[in-house]
């Protein structure tokens, strides 16, 4: 197979260099010809060139993936932060504090195929028993839910989106006893699981095969709020969350890009 393509190469090297006339550039990449190859290296051809051509020798070339620009759309109730192959690189512009703090992001980065996308979404959680607006009549376990989606802006094509291939990690669910939502003294009756962070979880190489896929949700189930609709969401961006939308408060989530 690799004795074929370097034929085929060579073959377009050859017509390239007999064409007389011909004023194209031929530009020969074998990073994306043979996935296989272990070293990489670009021959250019070019027929412009005064000295004829000139061939670049795999031996010397150095080695650079291609690096595609990205933007990411996001919008989550009620936080988030993006990593892309384990590099922070933006997060939500209101903090989670903010009371109602629902809005979208558009968050642009680098990177080259294939990538991996690894994000925390955090609903709002008052303390540790997960309830808010505690010791008021509106006290209760708040829900959270978000959507996103990563187009290349070399194509304007989306690349990836959320959707039930995603995994995700609940890193802090509160409470565990729903009974103790209306509680006078939560702080006490409320019970949690909360779980550090594993060592390396947004990194491309970390292995998430254990952890659980998402859930998919309507916007009624989450009911969307202020930002949503100023992002012209692609039909196969679903809502996700885990399987609870109200007792799992933080979440951690993966996904790879392959193309
Ligand atoms: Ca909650
Ligand atoms: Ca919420």
Redesign the pocket.
């Known amino acids: 197979m690799k004795a074929l393509r370097s034929l085929v190469v060579l073959t377009s090297i050859f017509i390239a260099s007999c064409s007389s006339g011909s004023t194209s550039t031929v530009q020969v990449d074998t990073t994306t010809a043979d996935a296989l190859t272990p070293t990489t290296s670009t021959i250019l051809v070019d027929t412009t060139s005064a000295s004829s051509e000139t061939i670049t020798e795999p031996s010397t070339t150095t080695v650079k993936s291609v690096q595609s620009s990205f933007v990411a759309e996001v919008w989550a109730?009620?936080w988030f932060s993006l990593y892309i192959n384990g590099k922070l690189v933006g997060q939500d512009s209101v903090a989670i504090t903010t009371e109602k703090s629902f809005n979208s992001d558009r968050i642009t980065f680098t990177a080259s195929y294939p990538f991996t996308i690894a994000m925390v979404t955090k609903?709002?959680k008052q303390n540790d028993t997960g309830l808010e607006y505690i010791g008021t009549d509106r006290q209760q376990m708040?829900?959270?839910g978000f959507v996103a989606q990563f187009t290349d802006t070399s194509t304007g094509k989306v690349v990836a989106y959320t959707n039930s291939s995603w995994r995700g990690l609940v890193v802090h669910q509160a409470p565990l006893n729903v009974s103790c939502e209306k509680s006078k003294t939560p702080d006490t009756e409320c019970t949690s699981r909360i779980s550090a962070e594993p060592a390396g979880w947004s990194e491309s190489s970390f292995n998430d095969a254990s952890w659980p896929t998402a859930s998919t949700y309507s916007k009624e189930q989450v009911g969307v709020k202020d930002g949503y609709n100023n992002i012209s969401w692609s039909s196969n961006a679903q809502i996700i969350w885990t399987s609870d939308l109200e007792i799992d408060n933080t979440i951690l989530w993966r996904y790879v890009v392959t193309a």
């Open positions: 109730d009620n609903d709002f708040g829900d959270g």
